[in-house]
């Protein structure tokens, strides 16, 4: 039923443009681009000001909305296929994370799965900050523009972020009536159906309305119960109304939703690791020792995970929503530009997991359904005119609350899979089935800030930049658990603290509060009209951060209270940068280059000494650097073909982490902490040396000096527009390409979680008649390339990673409209 309302009204919308024209009159005449032998200008407001990008002493990333259509990129992942230093990871959409240069949340999702952790990359939509990475899981919807900065941001406007900004530019009403559709149909189920119509609703009032619908079917198929799992299904709409009762004013109100309601998301079976715990209890042999045990004996549906087959046995869903209304107003008053923008927005998350993601009935239920509310307010003040001296001032507020309600549910295979032999001896195999924890979260935090930014002209060519802000945030939040199931135990028996290793209750507050200032200097010289160079250091600030996941246990089998409260975080941009114009216009070439400093960088640990219940938490790295040079080049090579290209170079490393946690081929049950040490003691059976053992922290592993987790140190992409004009028609032809290096998915960085490089070919033919009707066939990922773009260590340390294997080829074709 969805696809059929959502597909009309995708069709519907070009119609109701026709009608509009007919009463307001025609549209007006779309730009010939037949006779342009020069590169389009590119229009930024990376500093709350209309520029082009050759003049923005930034280093900044744009893809328009005209890019983002041909390459048929709808979502913040297929985004970081176009922009190389953006990594985009999702083992679910609540468990997303995003990074710029690197940095931003760790790549297992602290700041998505842990909901009292900010993101350090901030998203941003029609200047709306969105406060959970979640949100950034939807499709786009009606874009004009999408800016990627890179380093830290909040001198300018909304909420401070220490790695960059993802800033998201929606189309505007028109008072020319105007409309599009689209329709798509492809392999595995493929339907994904687009609408837009603006017109004007008075001489003052204008209004846009837009829908989107996608469809596929699931790409990992159920040996178990037949069905395909990791399906789309979701929708989006945007309506915006414009009051504009002159030229300078400008009042937009703007609401939306999105949701996705499927059957996702899960991984599957991708290789086996080797421990130092006894054989009988890694992978191979808890799995072949299972009928001993009353379960049948397992063995993966596939060792080859692009077979993409899987065999979980628990109920598999997500059902989330996003949305929210904004007020934005620009009025120009003479000397100076008013902003306001006001914004309530919510995001609700429901799920069914199967979090062993095997056959094995190891964990039946692990759902956290969740509810934010978030609202801002920001004004802003804007110098307008091009005398010396330019400025932008404002004042931020930002408040949000999440509650929670955790529930986890072991099955028949727990005892046996989860519960140490080392630390306890045979439980009754059934003694863990159907314990659970159940329990509730709540989380606020307030952040107030003022900021502004001053450019000074020295001369004609040369400009000095000072920005700073000042943020203060307070952060509360609680967390409580109880347990109950499983069979009746005595308190303080060996059994009862079995069961208590999986799941122990907790109940604590946390709190953390405070301010720190931030900003930055700039310097920039045009040398030509055509090349300015750029130097600059940024101090990006993010406040510490409350644990709302439940607290790891310690060595005693008790919450660890000390990790409850995360320190702030600090970084420190030193970069220099051209920017320059090439053959009169018709190429542009940006390089930039630089060194980040994080201290106290905000990252998920992974615990080496529990077996299941808290398998993550965060913490503070005290150091890492990042350094490295990136670049951004297009070119109208000739008349109808454009070329764009960019790459990512980035060296990063954790330059003081002297106790990380232990990868998987050290841990050892038997060692003090569970991490085999530099020097085994005489006590311990297994006598290898651990090279990064810390001999004065029992369980700590060195990390100090090895990469950084979720970085490439390579990353590209490539590709081209070719428009041949034919009489009134127009042939069209699109290519582009995305590399990435090998990189290390784990903090821990095991050999075991590297996931290797992988590069990855989109493109589309199509032919557009009279600038109206147009019909491509496009193929995503059209070599077919297999690579893994997530991974998981199973709970419980048995040595099984699992994977998330990219989408198989798409080729589909699409019937666009326009008038």
Partial sequence: MKRFVFGALALLCPVLAVTAQEVTGPAAPAEDKKDVTTLESVTVSARQRDENLQKVPLAVSVVSGEWLDRSYTVNTQQLSQLVPSLYYNSANPRNTAYTIRGLGSNTLSVSAANDGIEPGVGFYVDGVYHGRPATAA??????????????????????????????????????????????????????????????PLSQTVAGRLSVQYTERDGTLHNVRTGKDENELNNYAVRGQLLFKPDDSLNVRLIGDVSNL?????????????????????????????????????????????????????????????????????????????????SAWRYWKWDVANDRDYTGIPIQLVQRIPSRQDQYSQEFRVASNGDGPLTYVGGLYFYTQEINGKPISIYGPAATYWLVSTTSFPRMPDYLADGYGQYGDSHYRMKSYAAFGEVNYHFTDRLTGTVGVRYTYEDKNGTYSTTVSGGLPTTPGTIQDNAKLSL???????????????????NLAYQFTD??????????????????MSGLPLDAANNPALATAVIKDETNRTWEAGLKSAWWDNRATANLAAYRTVVRNYQANITSSTETAAIRTYPAN?????????????????????????????????????????????????????????????????????????????????????LPLAGLSKWAGSLGFDYELPIGSDAFLVHADTSARSDYNSDTANSIYTRIAGYAVVNASVGYRFNDNWEVDVFARNLFDRNYVTALTVQTGNSGLILGQPSDPRLVGVTLRAHF
């Avoid at 946390?510 to 931030?518: C, E, I, K, L």
């Fill in 621 to 705: 790295i005290p150091e890492v650097r990042v350094q490295g040079v990136e670049g951004d080049f297009a070119a109208l090579l000739f008349r109808g073909f454009t070329l764009r290209a960019s790459f990512a170079y980035a060296d990063g490393k954790y330059t003081d982490y002297p106790k990380g946690p232990c990868p998987l081929e050290w841990q050892n049950p038997n060692a003090a902490g569970g991490c085999q040490p530099l020097v085994a003691p005489a006590s311990l059976a297994i006598k290898t040396s651990n090279p990064r053992g810390n001999p004065d922290v029992p369980g700590a592993y060195v990390l100090t000096g």
């Fill in 530 to 547: 055509d090349l300015m160079g750029y130097v600059g250091y940024a101090y990006g600030y993010k406040s510490g951060g409350l644990n």
């Fill in 503 to 521: 799941f122990r209750p907790q109940s604590y507050r946390a709190s953390d509060n405070g301010g720190n200032p931030s900003g930055r200097l």
């Fill in 261 to 341: 309601d499927s059957d996702c998301c899960t991984q599957n079976y991708l290789r086996v690791g080797s421990s130092l715990r006894s054989a009988a209890r890694q992978f191979e042999g808890l799995a072949a020792n299972l009928p001993a045990h009353g379960l049948p004996a397992y063995s993966p549906p596939s060792r080859n995970i692009y077979d993409r087959l899987t065999d979980i046995d628990a109920p598999l869903h997500i059902d989330t929503q996003d949305g929210g209304v904004s007020l934005n107003a620009d009025w120009n008053v003479g000397p100076v530009m008013l902003t306001s923008i």
């Fill in 138 to 199: 939807f499709d786009f919807t009606d874009i004009d523009r999408i800016e990627v900065l890179r380093g830290p941001q909040g001198t300018l406007f909304g909420k401070n972020t220490t790695a960059g900004a993802i800033n998201i530019t929606s189309r505007l009403p028109t008072f020319q009536p105007e409309g599009s559709g689209e329709i798509s149909l492809g392999e595995q189920g493929f339907v994904q159906a687009k609408g837009t119509v603006s017109e």
